[in-house]
């Protein structure tokens, strides 16, 4: 059994070593660029660009660029770049035993890395990226950055369409944090604006049926930063709402400037997208079924509806937790 065991092991590991062989990643970097509309035509320092390679340049080489850092210092901007190139370079693959090591998702790639482009093109509220096999559904935002480094988010955009070496967002309102007190900017996307995908989908919610389930995923995604439940709960309980509908989870997330929300259920764990409400991707979850609390895992007790609200005579409270959310996301 133990040389089993062992040979399981050393697949594992040799099958793990090839997944990351075969994805590169490094960083190029330039400081003191005087305006941003700069960045893109200057050569940057790195191992492998060497002060020879521009961004395009790397591009065209085949890197992708996962995240991009900038701060600036004696008025002038320093510029990091994240380039991987392959395999993406953040795993599916789910830790702990209770876990399958086979995930279920999307044919592309779903990650919690903020993902940057520039806009080259606008058409129809549209724009045409240079970014491909993304997953429809997936959001961002739109930042404008004035030359004095000075930023602004000018729009939400979603993913409407995809294939290997491109995608077409569209432009949506931007009102997470819209605030009626403070006046609003009449801007509107541009070329030379910049696409950040991902925004904020490492700020998490879980639903989740039990308290160890509850652990076992916030233990699997340590890169997420998750709000605990009981925010949620508390929310409900003063609303009166025992069994939160798609708006009420949707909005409550969106409000926290949260980017994903996680429902576990039918030992799957389901990821999707805050605004779109996309199922992102799905993870095989294996998990204790005998403790379900309802309408989640939550250390706040007795939510209960108010008298006035006539959807509590609805079927809800018929409903177990796994068929109440199979049909929150629109399973069944």
Same mark, same amino acid.
């Given at each position: 059994?133990?040389?089993?065991?062992?040979?399981?092991?050393?697949?594992?590991?040799?099958?793990?070593? #090839?997944?990351?062989?075969?994805?590169?990643?490094?960083?190029?970097?330039?400081?003191?660029?005087?305006?941003?509309s700069m960045i893109e035509e200057v050569a940057?320092?790195?191992?492998?660009?060497?002060?020879?390679l521009t961004v395009n340049d790397m591009k065209?080489?085949?890197?992708?660029?996962?995240?991009?850092?900038?701060?600036?210092?004696?008025?002038?901007?320093?510029?990091?770049?994240?380039?991987?190139?392959?395999?993406?370079?953040?795993?599916?693959?789910?830790?702990?035993?209770?876990? #399958?090591?086979?995930?279920?998702?999307?044919? &592309?790639?779903? #990650?919690?890395?903020?993902?940057?482009?520039?806009?080259?093109?606008?058409?129809?509220?549209? &724009?045409?990226?240079?970014?491909?096999? /993304?997953?429809?559904?997936?959001?961002?935002?739109?930042?404008?950055?004035?030359?004095?480094?000075?930023?602004?988010?000018?729009?939400?955009?979603?993913?409407?369409?995809?294939? =290997?070496?491109?995608?077409?967002?569209?432009?949506?309102?931007?009102?997470?944090?819209?605030?009626?007190?403070?006046?609003?900017?009449?801007?509107?996307? #541009?070329?030379?604006?910049?696409?950040? /995908?991902?925004y904020m989908y490492n700020s998490s919610l879980?639903?989740?049926?039990?308290?160890?389930?509850?652990?076992?995923?916030?233990?699997?995604?340590?890169?997420?930063?998750?709000?605990?439940?009981?925010?949620?709960?508390?929310?409900?309980?003063?609303?009166?709402?025992?069994?939160?509908?798609?708006?009420?989870?949707?909005?409550?997330?969106?409000?926290?400037?949260?980017?994903?929300?996680?429902?576990?259920?039918?030992?799957?764990? !389901?990821?999707?997208?805050?605004?779109?409400?996309?199922?992102?991707?799905?993870?095989?979850? =294996? !998990?204790?079924?005998?403790?379900?609390?309802?309408?989640? !895992?939550?250390?706040?007790?007795?939510?209960?509806?108010?008298?006035?609200?006539?959807?509590?005579?609805? &079927?809800?409270?018929?409903?177990?937790?796994?068929?109440? !959310?199979?049909?929150?996301?629109?399973?069944?």
């Open positions: 059994m133990g040389k089993i065991f062992n040979k399981v092991l050393l697949l594992g590991a040799v099958s793990l070593m #090839s997944n990351t062989l075969l994805a590169q990643e490094t960083i190029c970097f330039k400081n003191g660029v005087d305006k941003p940057l320092d790195g191992d492998v660009c060497k002060g020879t065209s080489n085949g890197w992708d660029v996962l995240d991009i850092k900038i701060s600036t210092s004696q008025n002038k901007l320093n510029y990091s770049y994240y380039f991987y190139k392959g395999n993406t370079p953040t795993s599916k693959t789910l830790l702990t035993t209770s876990v #399958s090591q086979e995930p279920t998702t999307n044919t &592309s790639e779903f #990650s919690v890395k903020p993902i940057g482009t520039k806009i080259t093109n606008v058409e129809n509220n549209k &724009s045409t990226i240079n970014i491909g096999n /993304l997953i429809v559904g997936q959001t961002g935002i739109v930042v404008h950055i004035y030359d004095n480094d000075k930023r602004q988010i000018v729009s939400n955009t979603k993913v409407i369409s995809t294939n =290997a070496n491109s995608s077409v967002i569209e432009f949506f309102p931007f009102d997470d944090l819209l605030q009626e007190a403070l006046p609003t900017s009449n801007r509107q996307v #541009s070329i030379n604006d910049v696409v950040v /995908l991902n879980l639903i989740a049926p039990s308290l160890d389930s509850f652990q076992a995923v916030r233990s699997n995604f340590k890169s997420n930063n998750f709000i605990h439940s009981d925010i949620f709960a508390a929310k409900l309980k003063v609303t009166n709402t025992p069994f939160p509908t798609k708006e009420d989870i949707q909005k409550f997330a969106i409000e926290q400037n949260l980017g994903t929300i996680f429902f576990v259920l039918n030992n799957k764990v !389901y990821v999707v997208d805050t605004k779109t409400f996309t199922i992102l991707a799905k993870y095989n979850f =294996a !998990y204790e079924n005998k403790e379900y609390q309802m309408p989640f !895992y939550t250390r706040v007790e007795e939510i209960e509806g108010s008298i006035f609200d006539f959807s509590f005579f609805s &079927s809800n409270e018929d409903l177990t937790y796994d068929e109440y !959310y199979e049909k929150v996301l629109g399973l069944k």
